[in-house]
């Protein structure tokens, strides 16, 4: 058998050899074993200076063809056995997709003041400032600024939670608008604020009532503005809060501080406005009530109501919330309950 | 107050469905609270009548009637009121029948005798035991003789009618009449209600000669009174019974009934005395005297106050004025002479004697809210002439009057631009005369100013804004276009507090904590512990309950009632946090409180509640919270050191686990341990709370400069782990190797604490991790070596620490 034939017998016989093998180590020894230097191609190419000279070149190409062969079908090998094993490692691996997630804490803002903010980017959105007032007032500015004189029937003592007799907790948010009226220079520009906060009511706590809930007055003051102002600006609050298709409508009704003075109801939230025992088949929920700001407010606070006019709203956010989620008890937002907390984190 | 819709077709013609009118009214005029029919939910109620009766063979007081209910037989019924009769027309509820409280009828044996249904008293048929007229009260009702066998009852006794329940607001007394809701539906619709206006037949003996009035036009601004001689007391007719119990009052005597009738019409309120039981003939119309007492005709007993004001007699009040008449001076089946009272009184004294006196009426809720002062005298007049119809009384000559005046229209002015100045509307000249007309008001029109002459019957117009609401209102709120206010622009953005407050809610959030909204108003003992400094309590004259007395001055408090709440339902893990207001005096003598924003926070079992760990080994505790306070801190970038400085002052709290939070040196508020005692008292599991002082925290200066660069030089660390003693802080280890640290040293962790067995008693092992960095070069190893040898000498020399 010529050297080339060995090499060639070689060549086919390892060939099988390398493919059988099935552990990187031994792959790894063969591969000493058959191109080593002491493995048969370099044996082989070694013996060639025995050959006859021109034979050497066609033989050394030879013995290069079959140890390039032979290399390449070890790598092939090499890379099968890895992946293989890497198969075997990642069956190992395997996990129970279906077990819960890693808890996190995750906190989130109070039910009513998700509206808030809301009602606060909105009105941010439109020019408005954003101001916050005392929860302990002064008569003076919860009422008597505010077109309730000391004998008005919608002051009555039951309503109202006094420290003295000049001091009291806020009724409303309403006295902002006497404290900004007082304040503001219009010589630079309009009035436009809005004020959220705390309010207190001296009511025994019960489903609908709570002594202590929260209320968000707004109130525009111009050369220019009308009422037509008023009802495009709720309806953009009923829209941004609920969605474009809920509509307002408004209604006469009486606040000692606006004239003329409206409620203003929105599409029921539960029949979308067919009617239902929710808005007793009317179609429609009161949300807010507003108005023209009363001369006198203006007059008191001495701002020239012959000059000078707008509108003014109050809303709560209780109700608000109340409505949007169908909250049936007003205590939910006071009494803290985790499990009804951690409801209200959906965004969007 | 219960409008008829049918009493309003008297005067109006009215195409729409009561429902339908209802709307109208609600989007026009006042709110509507509902509208129902009597009827509501009965059926198969028909007239019967008796044709003869048996006693039960049974029953000493049960009869067995045959009743004509209009079938080809008569029907077999049971009967046990004490009033029943034969040749009676009554009201059969047949079987199959619902009648009032949705009780269903069905044929049944009443004794071992059948009965085919149940013949009723009012009060079955759904009427409330308030109104069935005492005649009615302990039996069943007897129809009139010409009702139909057969036929359903409801029409007989106005059950058929819609009644229009509107929620009147305190400017709109007007509507607290049947002729005020039409005159406001006639101007919604565009109709002139036809109202009739009485014609007194008057005999020729003057009243006068009876009475004479003394009267405080203070009180009293107008008081007339007339005088019905030989009235004959007795029922009123059916159809005057049924206008009065619809709007829910009790149908008494055709005289009582006549002044009820008269307010329901005209809104005023009338009052009606026995003239034989006043003393004397002089009337008057004063303040209660000291002392004196009235008993009303409810019976109750009331101790009078000099506020009060009460018609009197020469010698005692005979009435609570314009509230309720006084049981003295009552009509009653003996009277024969009438006094009747057509007033109007002042209305903060109604309302404060009405208040006073806890005894809120028909009458005092008028008067509250004002009465139409232009028809004092069409109402007693009214009054009179149905007196003289229905129970054949003498009308004497004349209106005595004891205080009156000349009741003007109002004259309020407005210009056309105006109106569409402030409705946004483009009202014509003629629209808007046209709404002041149909409202009744009158109008003149100079350019485009008009002058209105508002009638008594408004009497809640007084300045150009009223008219703006009343023209607004009838063309229709729905016919306003909407706008946004247009103007100058202005800027709208959060100031930099109101940012901060929130960035704070937000931080908190991302931390875990759930923002909780508590009560402002608690007990006494809560208001006042974990006080952060000295102040005295604000609390309420009249608080409502014994829980809600006085301002907090704290947030924790808030925060433990609500673990507290959530602990009593089984819910282990709270984590909340409050940001709002707490409440200060410097001294009792301030009278009202400064108000500052504090942020507060609480948390009880895990604040990562993980069902897989061990819910006691992973519980909250002082450093988990103290991580959170730390990097909400970190957050807002206040300029200065943070410090946390082991404090035993306050009694609410853990004495060994408790700190006051400093900021460069400035008391911020306080974290801990809440007291195991005050915990108990809570009835909470353990817990951990921290309070802030967010105003101060917005005041601090800011170091807004976030940005270093990152440096290419690697950096180089030591660790060292020293054996002190327990006493030994954290803090002073810190410090020692900050301040012998070197310019290099650019941050040291504790990464070990070990104080358990192997180590020598009171000693405890920390090991630290120094990072040295040059930001401008390649740190040499004899560099950090040098530096961390100081480092070590000094923990020695100054902690006594043993270097391991």
Redesign the interface.
């Known amino acids: 058998m010529t050297l080339k034939d060995q090499l060639d017998k070689i060549r086919q016989e390892r060939k099988e050899d390398i493919k059988d093998v099935v552990d990187l180590k031994k792959l790894d020894s063969l591969r000493v074993e058959l191109l080593g230097k002491k493995g048969p191609i370099t044996q082989a190419l070694r013996g060639m200076r025995d050959l006859p000279a021109d034979e050497r070149p066609s033989f050394g190409q030879f013995a290069n063809s079959v140890r390039d062969e032979l290399q390449g079908a070890i790598e092939t090998r090499r890379e099968e056995l890895k992946k293989q094993l890497l198969n075997k490692q990642l069956e190992h691996e395997k996990i129970d997709v279906t077990l819960p997630g890693?808890?996190?804490?995750?906190?989130?803002?109070?039910v009513?003041?998700q509206i808030i903010?809301q009602i606060?980017d909105l009105?941010?959105?439109?020019?408005?400032?954003?101001l916050?007032g005392?929860?302990?007032e002064?008569d003076k500015y919860n009422f008597e600024m505010m077109n309730l004189p000391k004998?008005h029937?919608?002051r009555?003592?039951q309503d109202t939670?006094?420290?003295?007799k000049?001091?009291l907790?806020r009724t409303q948010t309403s006295p902002m608008q006497a404290r900004t009226l007082e304040k503001h220079d219009f010589s630079k520009?309009?009035l436009?604020m809005i004020s959220p906060g705390?309010v207190?009511r001296?009511?025994?706590d019960d489903p609908t009532h709570s002594?202590?809930f929260h209320q968000v007055e707004g109130i525009?003051i111009?050369?220019?503005?009308?009422?037509?102002?008023l009802?495009?600006?709720l309806?953009?609050i009923a829209h941004e809060l609920f969605g474009d298709r809920f509509d307002i409508?408004?209604?006469?009704?009486?606040f000692p501080f606006t004239?003329?003075?409206?409620?203003a109801d929105i599409t029921c939230f539960n029949c979308g406005g067919k009617g239902c025992a929710v808005c007793?088949y009317?179609g429609w929920i009161e949300v807010l009530g507003a108005g023209?700001v009363?001369?006198n407010v203006l007059n008191m606070a001495g701002v020239d109501s012959e000059v000078y006019?707008?509108f003014a709203f109050g809303l709560g956010p209780d109700r608000f919330a109340m409505l949007k989620y169908g909250v049936d008890d007003i205590r939910n937002?006071?009494?803290?309950?985790?499990?009804f907390?951690?409801q209200f984190s959906k965004k969007g | 107050m219960k409008i008829s819709y049918s009493w309003l077709q008297e005067y109006l013609d009215i195409q729409v469905s009561p429902k339908d009118l209802a709307e109208k009214i609600e989007r026009s005029s006042v709110e509507v609270d509902s509208v129902t029919q009597p009827s509501d939910g009965l059926k198969k109620i028909v007239v019967g009548k008796i044709v003869s009766m048996e006693p039960h063979p049974d029953s000493d007081h049960l009869k067995v009637c045959s009743v004509d209910v209009g079938d080809d037989e008569l029907s077999q019924i049971v009967c046990g009121a004490p009033n029943v009769a034969a040749d009676k027309k009554v009201i059969v509820a047949l079987p199959g029948s619902r009648i009032g409280g949705n009780v269903k009828i069905k044929r049944s044996k009443m004794r071992g005798v059948v009965s085919n249904g149940m013949i009723c008293a009012l009060d079955e048929i759904g009427f409330s035991k308030d109104v069935v007229p005492k005649e009615w009260a302990d039996g069943i009702y007897f129809l009139p003789e010409d009702a139909k066998v057969g036929e359903p009852v409801f029409p007989y006794l106005g059950m058929d009618d819609y009644l229009i329940d509107v929620d009147v607001t305190p400017n709109r007394g007007d509507m607290l009449s049947v002729y005020g809701v039409a005159r406001d539906v006639g101007a919604i619709y565009g109709q002139t209600p036809k109202l009739n206006h009485p014609q007194v037949e008057e005999v020729s003996s003057l009243a006068a000669d009876k009475v004479s009035l003394d009267v405080d036009q203070e009180l009293a601004p107008i008081y007339t009174m007339r005088i019905v001689e030989n009235v004959k007391i007795q029922p009123s007719p059916v159809w005057l019974q049924i206008k009065l119990w619809n709007a829910g009052i009790r149908p008494i005597n055709n005289v009582v009934d006549v002044t009820n009738y008269i307010l329901l019409k005209y809104g005023q309120p009338l009052h009606a005395f026995d003239y034989g039981k006043v003393s004397g003939s002089t009337i008057k119309a004063r303040y209660a005297q000291k002392g004196e007492k009235l008993t009303t005709l409810d019976e109750a007993e009331h101790e009078l106050s000099e506020r009060d004001i009460v018609i009197a007699d020469d010698q005692k009040p005979i009435a609570l004025a314009g509230v309720m008449g006084g049981l003295n001076s009552e009509i009653d089946e003996q009277t024969t002479t009438v006094a009747i009272e057509s007033a109007v009184f002042t209305p903060t004294l109604i309302r404060k004697t009405a208040q006073r006196q806890n005894l809120h009426t028909d009458a005092s809720q008028h008067f509250e809210r004002g009465v139409d002062r232009g028809g004092v005298e069409e109402a007693v007049n009214a009054a009179a002439q149905m007196m003289h119809e229905l129970a054949d009384g003498d009308i004497l000559k004349g209106i005595v009057t004891g205080a009156t005046y000349d009741v003007k229209d109002e004259v309020v002015s407005v210009t056309l631009s105006r109106v569409n100045h402030v409705l946004g509307t483009a009202l014509t000249l003629d629209q808007v005369t046209d709404i002041f007309k149909r409202l009744g008001f009158g109008v003149q029109v100079d350019g485009e100013t008009y002058t209105v002459s508002v009638p008594s019957t408004r009497w809640d117009i007084h300045i150009p804004a009223d008219l703006l609401e009343e023209v607004a209102r009838i063309y229709g709120y729905d016919n306003i276009p909407s706008t946004l206010p247009s103007g100058p622009t202005t800027i709208g953005a959060l100031t930099e507090k109101q940012k901060l407050i929130r960035d704070s809610r937000r931080v908190l959030e991302a931390l875990g904590l759930n923002q909780a909204i508590s009560y402002a108003l608690t007990t006494k003992p809560k208001a006042s512990q974990f006080m952060m400094r000295e102040s005295a309590v604000t609390e309420l004259s009249w608080p409502m309950t014994a829980d809600h007395t006085t301002l907090r001055m704290n947030l924790i408090s808030g925060l433990l009632d609500d673990v507290a709440y959530n602990n009593a339902r089984r819910v282990k893990d709270v984590a909340l946090y409050e940001q709002g207001r707490v409440f200060y005096k410097d001294s009792a003598d301030q009278v009202r409180p400064s108000e500052h924003e504090h942020i507060a926070g609480a948390v009880s079992g895990q604040l990562v509640v993980d069902p897989l760990k061990n819910a006691k080994n992973n519980a909250i505790d002082f450093y988990q919270l103290k991580g959170i306070v730390e990097k909400y801190l970190d957050n807002l970038a206040i300029n200065g050191e943070v410090e946390f400085v082991a404090t035993d002052r306050y009694p609410e709290m853990h004495p060994g686990r408790t700190a006051d939070i400093q900021i460069h040196g400035h008391y911020v508020g306080f974290i801990g341990q809440v007291h195991p005692s005050v915990a108990e008292m809570y009835k909470i599991n353990q817990t951990y709370v921290f309070e802030l002082d967010l105003d101060a925290l917005i005041e601090m200066p800011k170091d807004m400069n976030q940005f270093e660069p990152i440096s290419k030089y690697p950096v180089i660390t030591r660790d060292v782990a020293l054996l002190v003693d327990k006493s030994v802080t954290n803090a002073q280890v810190l410090a020692q190797i900050e301040k012998k640290g070197g310019a290099y040293l650019k941050s040291v962790e504790l990464f070990d604490i070990y104080d358990g067995k192997n180590l020598p008693g009171g000693k405890q092992s920390l090991a630290y991790t120094l990072t040295y960095q040059n930001p401008n070069a390649t740190l040499t190893d004899d560099e950090v070596n040098q530096a961390f040898e100081k480092v070590q000498s000094t923990l020695t020399n100054e902690l006594g620490a043993e270097i391991r």
Request: no cysteine; proline share 9%; net charge negative.
């Open positions: 890693k808890p996190v804490a995750q906190g989130q803002p109070h009513i003041q903010d606060e009105f941010i959105g439109m020019g408005y400032q954003v916050s005392p929860e302990v002064e004998d029937p919608a009555d003592m939670f006094y420290i003295t000049e001091i907790m520009g309009p436009k705390v207190y001296r009511d025994t002594h202590q525009v111009d050369k220019h503005i009308t009422m037509a102002d009802k495009g600006t309806e953009l409508r408004l209604r006469p009704s009486y004239e003329p003075s409206v409620e007793k009317t023209m009363h001369p006019g707008g937002f006071y009494l803290n309950d985790v499990r907390l951690t």
